[in-house]
């Protein structure tokens, strides 16, 4: 159980692009996911917590313009990425916690690594 | 906010010895210290994690010890084998349910 799929998990796409990124937890439901981005040997750092049915919350740095984030449903979190730039590159990863039970550890998807051209 | 300090950033040890890394955290609101494996280009993977009120918990071959006072948090791996090289994460936060701080990671390398 607590299985996180991320979808796509490879992206090539040219500056200007906008690409979307789907996070979903397949057997539970979770109405907060995280979406964290991490650049190559460093560390995962967060961008922004995604919430069902609300307005996501943005870490310091991080525009909420460019970066849009949609949790429209309690299994589905998107990040869209608009008019990426090399620098958007990155490996961008999400996780979620089924929230139907005390004490439940997140899990993470597979992630997805993102090359602007 | 909370800050997460890992050390060492790189261990080598060779196959069957002990492995030790050490995270520190500024948050004393912190109570929730789970510890990740990520190999390279896939997900971190949970291997164990730790709550405030307890002070040591064990699965198998990997401990982790929790010193709230002083704010830190170590991870044991014993009789380390090959496949446990990977990088290792700890992280820290108000609970399960709340965005997890990381630390800079620690690239294990067992060699047989």
């Known amino acids: 159980g607590a299985v996180v799929s991320q979808h796509p998990s490879w992206v090539i796409c040219k500056s200007g692009t906008s690409v979307k990124i789907e996070c979903r937890s397949l057997d539970f439901q979770a109405t907060t996911m995280f979406w964290y981005r991490q650049f190559p040997k460093q560390s995962l750092m967060l961008m922004a917590t995604s919430n069902e049915g609300s307005k996501a919350t943005y870490e310091q740095g991080v525009e909420k313009d460019k970066f849009l984030i949609n949790h429209a449903s309690l299994t589905l979190s998107t990040l869209t990425v608009t008019s990426a730039h090399p620098e958007d590159s990155s490996f961008y990863i999400c996780?979620?916690?089924?929230?139907?039970?005390?004490?439940?550890?997140?899990?993470f998807g597979d992630g997805t690594r993102l090359s602007i051209l | 906010g909370e800050n997460v300090e890992q050390h060492p950033s790189t261990l080598s040890v060779q196959e069957g010895d002990s492995a030790v890394i050490k995270c520190t955290y500024s948050?004393?609101?912190?109570?929730?210290f789970p510890w990740y494996k990520q190999e390279l280009g896939k997900r971190p993977q949970l291997i164990i994690d730790i709550r405030s009120n307890v002070g040591e918990k064990k699965d198998q071959r990997i401990a982790v010890t929790l010193n709230k006072t002083a704010k830190h948090f170590s991870l044991h791996i014993t009789e380390t084998q090959p496949e446990d090289s990977a990088v290792y994460f700890c992280?820290?936060?108000?609970?399960?349910?709340?965005?997890?701080?990381f630390g800079k990671g620690t690239s294990l390398l067992v060699t047989p």
């Open positions: 996780s979620a916690r089924n929230t139907d039970g005390w004490n439940q550890p997140q899990h």
């Open positions: 992280a820290a936060s108000k609970g399960s349910g709340y965005a997890l701080n």
């Open positions: 948050d004393s609101a912190s109570n929730y």
